[in-house]
């Protein structure tokens, strides 16, 4: 029985259930990483199912369909695949759906993903043949023309209003709501709603639902979707891109904590335990089973804690626990316990920072705190056996102590949760949380509309010099590799950025050179009082191919080899390092990492929270040329913009250097303008 309405029915009349989402991670370590923590949440936690999210466009599918079938063949957990319809061809819809048939798969959430690019759709694709997918109705009543009830179908909801601003009266969930009882009507089962913190909103929506004049939402599953508050940083990036209100009451919460990171996740604990209680009220008032959908975002922590604080988790008679410690999923558990370093050490607490930095770490910090060391995927056979680290056989046989290990508790829980903050948007990319906030895959996150009216026209490639330079200058708000204003430690070198993007050098990310300020520096500190803050500094940025040769030579000359540090890619997947140089590996062929923000505080170990290397930067740029491909589907195939957009991704190199002399603030500017 694995369709989530017969679940759902099979349940007693007054139970709960919750379903947790789960993106595809970006890198091979973070899947591998991602298995093991999928294993144990399903152990410690017991969802009816779970999620897989699907890049819009199609742009995870690939991925998507790997971490469907480990959840539903491999864990036998049941899973339900989202699946997009817009802005990909009806070929790769045609094969999602059949693979995730021939994985097993019976469920499907049916979404729209971004708003159709008018002129978008597959040239090969024979026209009469094809089905209009614009909104997700389309989608719904494909699949249920194609696979009858085969599938459990579910849909998305917006209790504050979809918010992708194409609509002129703006957002409210009144405009979604006739849309919304079509979808059901064309064969919904269940509904699962985009995340919020505005009880009220919920409420309204809720009871508007349930008494709907067309009768449509009676009865069907309705789960409210919820999403833990990882970092203060993170959690007001979210709400900003999905549209959702922070009550003022909440902020305040969580502004009186944001100094420190361990607080804020456990006030976001509260907050969120609070909301499932006054869920519970509102769903009191219709009779069945009630569920949740807690938006993971891959992290275990927070969720296992919500979870037990409000006793979500279900029980399971002492006989079947019984069995189920003699099962595969406690030998999966077993298998998951050696997950510590080589040496049997494990990561200490996650350093508390007060400043939103860019690539996170954990691992840099401390070299004997490595999570996952090596590259291998699955099984990698350095791992120690239990016994090899010291863990007493039977130890965590228990679901209770699965749980505490989710919940970070001693030494097997610090290891569990050793990527707990993900400051910032990217963090370790060895976690399974490593790349784009939300797993949907590379977008612009804003509509057609909204990327014309910032952006324009471009035809020519100096129309793109000035949408960087103005980003840079702070005209504009947002340029597509990055929504936000650029932070205040920027403003120092925002001359030297400004030169570069002039002459066509197209800066998204850089910090400046920072050498002992004190940790508590309105603009540069971060970290514990007392201390000292560093930084290299780094750029990174788009150029063309001519100008990168000529650069690549300057980069690998005898008097720059040794002062910088360097990774370049483009689109084709070539790929050039400061560690492997005409052909030659650098530093006895190892791969570099570098730390380029670092802390010395008293009492502590040098904490770096920022690195750059290969694996975060491969993995990265995909996602960078990704956002050409996206930015040029917003205009017409053909126009001059869709050309040169086009063109300038085949051709552009992606480069990062980043300068080791941090004493000399300067150095790096000179070598690159001068
Ligand atoms: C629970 C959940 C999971 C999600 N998972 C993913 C994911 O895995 N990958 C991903 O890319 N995105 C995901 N999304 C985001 C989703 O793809 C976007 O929000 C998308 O912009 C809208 O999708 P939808 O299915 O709600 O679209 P629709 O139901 O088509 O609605 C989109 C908007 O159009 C309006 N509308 C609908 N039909 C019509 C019509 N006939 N005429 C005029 N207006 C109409 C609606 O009122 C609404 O404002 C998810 C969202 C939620 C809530
Ligand atoms: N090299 C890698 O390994 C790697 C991996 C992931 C992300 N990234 C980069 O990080 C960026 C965003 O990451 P984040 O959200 O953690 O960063 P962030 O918001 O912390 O910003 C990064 C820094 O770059 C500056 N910045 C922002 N826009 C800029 C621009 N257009 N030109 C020059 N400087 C700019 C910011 O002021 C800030 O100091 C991505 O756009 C990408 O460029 C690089």
């Known amino acids: 029985m694995d369709r989530i309405t017969d679940k759902i029915a099979a349940l007693p009349a007054d139970a709960e259930y919750f379903s947790l989402e789960f993106f595809p991670p970006k890198t091979q370590m973070g899947f591998s990483n991602l298995r093991v923590r999928l294993q144990r949440m399903e152990r410690a936690l017991r969802p009816l199912f779970v999620n897989v999210t699907w890049g819009a466009g199609g742009s995870t599918a690939q991925k998507s369909l790997e971490l469907a079938e480990l959840c539903q063949r491999e864990l036998g957990l049941t899973t339900c695949l989202h699946l997009t319809c ?161 009550p003022d009451a909440i902020m305040d919460r969580l502004n009186a904590v944001k100094g420190d990171d361990e607080k804020v996740k456990m006030v976001g604990v509260d907050i969120l335990s609070e909301l499932v209680e006054q869920i519970r009220e509102i769903k009191s008032r219709t009779p069945g089973p009630k569920g949740f959908h807690f938006y993971t975002l891959n992290l275990e922590k927070s969720v296992s804690f919500i979870l037990e604080r409000t006793k979500l988790i279900p029980d399971i008679p002492d006989e079947e626990e019984a069995i189920a410690d003699e099962s595969p999923a406690v030998a999966a558990v077993q298998r998951m316990i050696p997950k510590i370093s080589v040496n049997g050490n494990v990561p200490p607490r996650a350093p508390s920072h007060t400043r939103t930095a860019r690539r996170q770490s954990s691992v840099g910090s401390d070299p004997h705190n490595r999570v996952i060391v090596g590259r291998a995927a699955t099984h990698p056979e350095w791992e120690a056996s239990s016994t090899e680290a010291g863990i007493p056989a039977g130890s965590v046989n228990t679901r209770a102590n699965t749980l505490a290990i989710s919940e970070g508790e001693g030494a097997l829980g610090r290891e569990a949760t050793w990527d707990d903050f993900p400051n910032g948007r990217f963090g370790d990319a060895r976690s399974p949380a490593y790349g784009e906030i939300d797993g949907y895959g590379v977008s612009l996150h804003m509509s057609v509309t909204q990327a014309v009216r910032l952006w324009g026209y471009p035809k020519v490639a100096s129309d793109i010099n000035d949408i960087f330079v103005r980003h840079i200058r702070g005209e504009i708000s947002a340029i597509p590799w990055s929504e936000e204003d650029l932070l205040p430690e920027s403003s120092i070198i925002k001359d030297k950025l400004e030169a570069l993007n002039r002459k066509g050098w197209w800066t998204v990310a850089s910090q400046p050179a920072v050498n002992g300020l004190p940790s508590s520096d309105p603009t540069f500190g971060w970290g514990p009082a007392s201390g000292f803050v560093f930084q290299k500094s780094f750029v990174e940025f788009f150029l063309p191919s001519a100008d990168w040769k000529i650069l690549y030579d300057k980069l690998t000359s005898a008097e720059v ?89 085949e051709d552009y190199w992606l480069v990062n250097i980043i300068h080791h002399d941090y004493v000399d603030t300067d150095a790096l500017w000179r070598l690159l303008i001068e």
């Open 86 to 246: 817009t802005n990909m061809s009806q070929a790769l819809i045609d094969q999602a759906l059949d693979d995730a048939r021939a994985l097993g798969i019976r469920n499907i959430l049916a979404l729209r993903g971004d708003p159709p690019r008018a002129e978008y759709r597959d040239a090969d694709e024979p026209t009469e043949a094809s089905e209009e997918f614009t909104w997700a109705i389309d989608l719904v009543k494909y699949i249920r023309k194609k696979y009858g009830s085969y599938f459990c179908i579910g849909v998305a909801a917006y209790p504050e209003g979809h918010g992708d601003g194409s609509h002129p009266e703006g957002q409210s969930f009144e405009h979604d709501l006739p849309y919304l009882v079509d979808k059901v009507q064309a064969g919904a089962d269940f509904i699962m709603t985009q995340l919020f913190f505005d009880i009220e909103a919920y409420e309204k929506f809720e009871t508007t639902l349930r008494n709907h004049p067309s009768g449509a939402f009676k009865t069907i599953p309705i789960l409210p979707g919820l999403m833990p508050i990882q970092s203060y940083a993170m959690i007001k990036r979210t709400t900003k891109l999905s549209h959702a209100k922070m």
């Open 561 to 649: 080899e040794e002062v910088v540090c360097f990774y370049a890619t483009n689109a084709k997947g070539d790929f050039v390092s400061s560690d492997y140089t005409g052909g030659s590996a650098r530093a006895g062929g190892s791969e570099s990492t570098n730390a380029v923000t670092w802390g010395v505080f008293p009492g502590k170990e040098i904490v770096t929270p920022t690195i750059i290397e290969e694996v975060s930067f491969r993995a990265w740029s995909e996602e960078a040329f990704g956002i050409w491909a996206e930015w040029a589907k917003v205009y017409g195939r053909g126009s001059d913009s869709q050309k040169l957009l086009d063109g300038i991704r």
